[in-house]
């Protein structure tokens, strides 16, 4: 299990750049889509990491920030470049990636209205940098949209877990995710 984790981490810090800007080399066609959230390690932690966080919230409040994710995503990526720099995109992406981190090691309780603003924020950022990638085809998005649900519901079965080891396991997930944040932040 150690070494597991421990190569892990290694494959993961080996990645020195978010990965969350154009050039992934995918076409735009539906198979580019569902494969995009899953070709950047951005993409894929935090995408994984809200659906972990959403299933530790109360039951009533906690699948409505996937969905929300998935939406705002979504129409983002229908409207990138539009409003959001390239730039500023990259940096919400990595930024991101470390709040979500530090969201699965601690147990803040954040209000409401900030857990929908980060969730708004991150969506935001990585829909309009999706988008950019892989430019207005309506089947891209379909298989974006559906990658992305999924990784929202794996971390969502994850997240009601109360075994303690999978406990552990998701805070050392958040360390990674923020460890590669940093890294990608200075990089």
Same mark, same amino acid.
């Given at each position: 299990?150690?070494?597991?984790?421990?190569?892990?981490?290694?494959?993961?810090?080996?990645?020195?750049?978010?990965?969350?800007?154009?050039?992934?080399?995918?076409?735009?066609?539906?198979?580019?889509?569902?494969?995009?959230?899953?070709?950047?390690?951005?993409?894929?932690?935090?995408?994984?990491?809200?659906?972990?966080?959403?299933?530790?919230?109360?039951?009533?409040?906690?699948?409505?920030?996937?969905?929300?994710? /998935?939406? !705002?995503? &979504?129409?983002?990526?229908?409207?990138?470049?539009?409003?959001?720099?390239? +730039?500023? #995109?990259? *940096? %919400? =992406?990595?930024?991101?990636?470390?709040?979500?981190?530090?969201?699965?090691?601690?147990?803040?309780?954040?209000?409401?209205?900030?857990?929908?603003?980060? /969730?708004? !924020?991150? &969506?935001?950022?990585?829909?309009?940098?999706?988008?950019?990638?892989?430019? +207005?085809? #309506?089947? *891209? %998005? =379909?298989?974006?949209?559906?990658?992305?649900?999924?990784?929202?519901?794996?971390?969502?079965?994850?997240?009601?877990?109360?075994?303690?080891?999978?406990?552990?396991?998701?805070?050392?997930?958040?360390?990674?995710?923020?460890?590669?944040?940093?890294?990608?932040?200075? #990089?």
């Amino acid at each position: 299990m150690k070494k597991t984790i421990f190569f892990a981490s290694a494959a993961l810090a080996a990645s020195t750049s978010a990965l969350a800007h154009p050039g992934h080399g995918l076409a735009s066609d539906f198979a580019a889509g569902l494969m995009h959230p899953l070709s950047g390690w951005d993409h894929l932690l935090v995408m994984f990491a809200i659906g972990i966080w959403a299933a530790r919230r109360p039951a009533a409040q906690g699948w409505q920030l996937p969905v929300l994710f /998935v939406t !705002v995503m &979504a129409a983002s990526a229908a409207f990138a470049m539009t409003w959001l720099p390239v +730039a500023l #995109a990259e *940096a %919400l =992406v990595i930024l991101s990636v470390c709040a979500m981190g530090l969201l699965l090691i601690s147990s803040v309780n954040l209000p409401r209205i900030a857990q929908l603003a980060l /969730v708004i !924020v991150a &969506a935001s950022a990585h829909g309009a940098l999706h988008g950019m990638e892989l430019g +207005a085809h #309506a089947s *891209a %998005l =379909v298989g974006m949209v559906l990658a992305t649900a999924t990784l929202h519901a794996l971390g969502w079965v994850l997240g009601r877990q109360s075994h303690p080891t999978l406990q552990k396991v998701t805070q050392l997930l958040g360390g990674v995710m923020m460890s590669l944040g940093a890294v990608w932040m200075f #990089a």
